[in-house]
């Protein structure tokens, strides 16, 4: 009778495993095949080398790509990225098309429309002259008194260069599609003898070294600022977004961002508290 109980009791347990790890894989099937079900969160950004831009096979490519694919994957998130041009991308994403939007920086006009993430990248807003000239800009807009300065827009570039003008009326704004429209002009001679350029200065080295556009020099820093996600309000929950910002703090304080972005040649911003 003893070994009858025990062989009944070693059965009881072989079902009783099997019952669990039936339930367990019944459940991982279900989740992956919720996971599945979810439509994708669509973020949208620009070709922006060397902070965002198309492989040669089409896809998103770039340190801020790197690092939104990172944390989506830890988030348990299915994310859909596409390079699109900026006024596209930013009207999709402020119409609530997209979940988010980037690059971007930390402004009011921005915080109308997006959450804004926690900085992920640094960088600065860079006059650049024509090769020979003598100016150097020192922080005073009314050294700019009377020149033309053009800059790429709708941007956070065109909103610093129009934080000029406001400080030094006399200023002329000229806004361009893109930023090699700008420089190409500047060398051109087209903003007049004293004209200028204002551009991301990782944009400007960029294209300088890429596409081979000669005669220019830097003439002073007007900005720093950094590069941030935006994550639509219309679409991501205040929750929602405070779950990918805090992400985004883990990635930065275990130094996984600057290792994504290390290979990209841009440096990554100082890490930020969660919100």
């Not at 459940?27 to 831009?53: C, D, G, H, K, V």
């Not at 959450?115 to 640094?122: I, N, Y």
């Not at 009314?142 to 790429?152: H, I, K, M, P, S």
Request: proline share 6%; hydrophobic share 40%.
């Amino acid at each position: 009778m003893q070994r009858a109980d025990g062989w009944s009791e070693v059965v009881d347990q072989r079902r009783w495993w099997r019952l669990t790890r039936l339930l367990c894989g019944l459940a991982l099937l279900s989740s992956q095949a919720a996971l599945a079900a979810e439509p994708p969160r669509r973020f949208l950004t620009e070709p922006f080398p060397p902070y965002t831009f198309a492989d040669e096979a089409g896809r998103a490519a770039g340190p801020m790509v790197d690092v939104l694919r990172e944390a989506c994957e830890q988030l348990g998130w299915r994310c859909s990225i596409e390079v699109l041009p900026w006024r596209r991308a930013l009207n999709e994403a402020q119409r609530g098309e997209a979940h988010g939007l980037f690059t971007i920086s930390d402004t009011p006009e921005r915080r109308a429309y997006f959450h804004v993430s926690a900085p992920v990248v640094d960088g600065r807003y860079t006059l650049f002259a024509r090769a020979g000239e003598d100016f150097v800009y020192r922080g005073r807009p009314e050294q700019l008194a009377g020149r033309t300065v053009a800059a790429y827009g709708p941007s956070g570039t065109l909103l610093a260069l129009e934080e000029l003008a406001q400080a030094e009326p006399s200023l002329r704004v000229e806004t361009e599609p893109d930023n090699l429209t700008v420089l190409r002009k500047l060398v051109a001679g087209r903003y007049g003898p004293e004209g200028l350029a204002l551009i991301n200065e990782g944009v400007a080295l960029h294209l300088i070294r890429e596409r081979g556009v000669g005669g220019l020099q830097a003439a002073g820093v007007v900005k720093q600022f950094a590069y941030s996600f935006g994550l639509a309000r219309s679409r991501v929950s205040l929750k929602e977004f405070q779950a990918f910002n805090a992400t985004l703090v883990r990635l930065c304080r275990s130094g996984r961002s600057a290792a994504l972005i290390k290979p990209h040649a841009v440096p990554a911003s100082p890490c930020a508290k969660a919100s």
